[in-house]
């Protein structure tokens, strides 16, 4: 008999009736002759209200207490679903991420998972149980309740699907896959049948909010596939696995799997730095230490013992940062900052990029034919990004959708 | 160093400045010196929002599932009122039951505590932490989260207190102790200083609804006192003690500690029973069997073979317990079922009841001189009770708590 795992996301048991949709949906799993194990979220909003809760009492809350606040979420998914699933008249017990063997490290708030007891929920499956699991929560070596940070349950999911050797691992959310582009900007961006691992997490990078991406990176450390796909349809969703068997799949394959774009970027150029060992450490170590997280840095080769440094942080931190490098800069002299905050970036992502050198040529060419003036330019192994005017974003999108071939009616 | 048990009520935590407020009280008593445990209910109305959440998914939960929902209310309670006290400056640590050692028997929603193992909550003492423990919670055998039932949290602090070998045990909640009647109802109700366990007993089984009652019998079986009084006021409340403290403590002995009422009371009657044994056990067996709870019973001494059976219900069962009764009594040739709404029980409480003969007699002596007619009688060790119409309820306890001197002004 096959073990599955199932996730459900906060939308998916948002309300009564989403728990019941979700209840009939494990009970038809497993009459289709599978042990099921389901790994739920807190219900919707919960865990902000939480956190609102916790904000009232402090701004610098105790991170061993958070988690335990925290944890209660998921715990009324938990036994709301045992209900709604026993209602039903099948066997079913609820069990928090400690009860399920569910092992972490000491870090509060984002722990890191060491082990998996399944002895447990082995024992409940052998027992004819469905058997629901609390996400994002686990239990540390001083016996506290630890969680394991924002969407921790499709890491819960994972490594439960991989501890207790699963057949599959599917994580169910209110979208139905992983799409091309988002579909909310580009009209026919298509849903893919198949990811790579390394494809997905640069998506997740670049703001497609579909999986965690400590659970991608542990899915694919062991090789375990993920269907993510939608609580509220029945069509299949995306299937994340390893390159090897997706060229295996694929007769033809895709040089480019989607375009990913981010409008919330500001760019930072310092001009006429001096050309010395150690100028880009001070610059940015010091940013860090006041917790500015910095997206793409370029470095310009030294004219005159004299070169450039450009970098893009999150918009928001935009006057953070100005005051930062002012008072960095005025250490040099001639050095100057100037500051970009209209600007996008734009990412083609796709396994194709690492073996097809044509990729980068190609994204370069479609800006140049619609005129869009690439501003920085950056790459990863499956990746291109480049930085563009905000005004040419949906433009540049639109463009490299088609002509890499995603659109739907091709 | 001595060691003080504190508990709060769900509306002494109900909202953030509650929340705050019970964090510097609790920070003053370990200011004074003390050793301090403390004991957290679910916020305000939290329990009964996550039933209704249950109510939505089905009417017939499983038990074992509510045990897991509801205990989330407390795990909010202590993860919050811990963040409170660390943001004062505090060292502090929030256990759930389960974690603080509870152990209970494997009755879901109602469990008994079947043993405190005080290690971790020592532990965590002895590094100078305030210890905060969610009430109402235990684990079971299974390693199953159970709950206590209703009140629970007062047997947790009582629990926790004998098996911490605690120097008091305090719990505060909105009301500032126990008053010799209901305050609402009579304005020159006066707060005890001191109440025996038996006689809490009698006013909680009267309505008088300050502490749980399975909390004061176990307090009572290891002769723990209980000091039960304000979170919003810096006076002292009522001490529950042994009869034997008390009567050392005072030098005149109050024959009545307090009159109790209640106007949620129907009466029947059964008139004309046939006078053969086995007929009342069939009557309340078969009440029972539907879950009708009686409360007083009289059956009057037997006239011509035939006698009369009086009891009362709660007022909603009136219905309900019509219904039963005319299917049983239709088998009884010239018996008659009567029903009275309009009832409500008045008892007259003290410890002084039963060495004292002339306390029936008073009480009956004052309905007698108001005319206030007496339709039931009946006694306990320590309480007597009468009902009467629900007319005439004011009067009487205002006249009860005159004639018995427990008005302030005396």
Redesign the interface.
């Known amino acids: 008999m096959a073990l599955v795992v199932m996730k459900f996301g906060g939308s998916s048991v948002a ?2 009736d989403k ?2 949709l979700v209840a009939s949906r494990v009970i038809a799993k497993k009459n289709a002759g599978n042990k099921v194990v389901v790994v739920v979220s807190a219900p919707g909003d919960m865990t902000d209200k ?1 956190l609102e ?2 904000d ?3 701004l ?3 991170a ?3 988690d ?2 925290l ?2 979420g998921e ?2 998914s ?3 679903l ?3 699933i ?2 039903m008249g099948e066997k ?3 069990l ?1 991420g400690y ?1 399920a063997g569910i092992l972490a490290d000491i870090n509060y708030t984002k722990a890191r998972v060491k082990k998996v007891n399944p002895n447990k929920i082995n024992s409940f499956l052998s027992e004819n149980n469905i058997v629901i699991v609390a996400g994002f929560q686990a239990l540390n070596s001083k ?1 506290d ?1 630890t969680t394991l940070g924002r969407g921790g349950s499709d890491l819960t999911a994972v490594v439960l699907a991989v501890g207790l050797k699963a057949g599959s691992c599917e994580i169910y959310s209110d979208v139905d896959g992983v799409y091309t582009t988002d579909p909310r900007l580009i009209k026919d961006a298509k849903k893919l049948e198949y990811i790579s691992y390394d494809e997905m997490l640069e998506m997740a990078g670049s703001g497609a909010q579909v999986l965690q991406s400590r659970s991608v990176e542990v899915a694919k450390k062991f090789g375990l596939e993920i269907h993510t796909r939608s609580t509220f349809s029945k069509n299949c969703g995306t299937i994340i696995t390893s390159e090897e068997r997706i060229r295996r799949k694929k007769m033809e394959e895709l040089l480019v799997s989607g375009i990913t774009f981010d409008k919330n970027q500001a760019k930072f150029t310092i001009i006429d730095l001096p050309d010395t060992p150690g100028i880009a450490a001070k610059i940015f170590s010091s940013l860090a230490k006041v917790a500015i997280n910095v997206d793409m840095i370029i470095q310009s080769a030294a004219v005159n013992k004299k070169s450039n440094i450009s970098f893009t942080v999150s918009r928001e931190e935009t006057k953070k940062t100005q005051i930062e490098l002012d008072k960095i800069v005025s250490e040099f002299k001639d050095s100057q900052v100037a500051c970009d905050e209209h600007v996008a970036k734009i990412s083609v992502v796709g396994i194709g990029v690492k073996s097809n050198v044509g990729v980068a040529g190609k994204m370069f060419e479609i800006f140049h034919k619609k005129e869009i003036n690439i501003k920085m330019i950056s790459t990863s192994e499956i990746k291109i990004s480049c930085i563009v005017d905000e005004m040419d974003m949906v433009k540049a999108v639109e463009e490299l959708h088609k002509e890499f071939g995603l659109s739907k009616k091709k």
């Open positions: 309300d009564a728990m019941k939480l809760m916790a009232k009492i402090t610098s809350p105790l061993r207490e958070m335990v606040l944890a209660t715990m009324i938990i036994s709301l045992a209900m709604a026993d209602a079913v017990v609820s928090s009860q016996c309740i």
